[in-house]
């Protein structure tokens, strides 16, 4: 039912929502990869950050010799302010690292949804931004999607401590 609501979307708005798979493919291998890593949440943010930060300093450098940065130029407070925002990022990464290792991977990714329908509300409610028709319909069949998905998960564990209970 998502893919029928994706291709709805990509049919009626004359675009593919490439940008939305591919986050949604890459976050799903992410937490694969999450889930199958076997070393504390802290060890593994770690050793992201040491595989990223390279590439994220020669950034820094590139764009502040650029004359766009403003890492430097903005003064101490500022560059504190940066500095600190990697660091608070680095929470919901090591919960999200946590949770990738003890929940099971059909829950994380029906945790998922959570942020495309936080952004709609947001979307809809504090910058008043138009949603068509089309988007309502699509998103509808994706809710469609997902609530028979959810129904059915809780169906599976309703029925299994009476599936075990037989048995003995």
Request: aromatic fraction near 10%.
């Given at each position: 039912?998502?893919?029928?609501?994706?291709?709805?979307?990509?049919?009626?708005?004359?675009?593919?929502?490439?940008?939305?798979?591919?986050?949604?493919?890459?976050?799903?291998?992410?937490?694969?990869?999450?889930?199958?890593?076997?070393?504390?949440?802290?060890?593994?943010?770690?050793?992201?950050?040491?595989?990223?930060?390279?590439?994220?300093?020669?950034?820094?450098?590139?764009?502040?010799?650029?004359?766009?940065?403003?890492?430097?130029?903005e003064g101490t407070p500022?560059?504190?302010?940066?500095?600190?925002?990697?660091?608070?990022?680095?929470?919901?990464?090591?919960?999200?690292?946590?949770?990738?290792?003890?929940?099971?991977?059909?829950?994380?990714?029906?945790?998922?949804?959570?942020?495309?329908?936080?952004?709609?509300?947001?979307?809809?409610?504090?910058?008043?931004?138009?949603?068509?028709?089309?988007?309502?319909?699509?998103?509808?069949?994706?809710?469609?999607?997902?609530?028979?998905?959810?129904?059915?998960?809780?169906?599976?564990?309703?029925?299994?401590?009476?599936?075990?209970?037989?048995?003995?």
């Open positions: 039912m998502a893919a029928i609501a994706v291709l709805y979307l990509t049919f009626f708005t004359g675009k593919a929502p490439y940008i939305s798979l591919l986050l949604a493919a890459s976050f799903g291998i992410y937490g694969l990869i999450k889930k199958q890593v076997r070393v504390s949440a802290a060890v593994s943010v770690a050793a992201e950050s040491l595989v990223v930060s390279p590439i994220a300093i020669a950034y820094i450098v590139w764009i502040e010799q650029a004359g766009r940065g403003t890492f430097v130029t500022h560059m504190l302010l940066l500095i600190s925002a990697g660091l608070i990022t680095a929470l919901p990464l090591l919960c999200f690292a946590q949770g990738a290792r003890t929940l099971r991977l059909s829950t994380i990714g029906m945790l998922q949804y959570l942020t495309p329908i936080m952004q709609m509300l947001w979307a809809l409610f504090v910058t008043q931004e138009h949603f068509s028709t089309h988007r309502w319909i699509g998103f509808g069949i994706i809710g469609v999607a997902v609530s028979i998905y959810i129904a059915d998960l809780i169906r599976v564990r309703h029925n299994a401590p009476r599936k075990s209970a037989r048995r003995r």
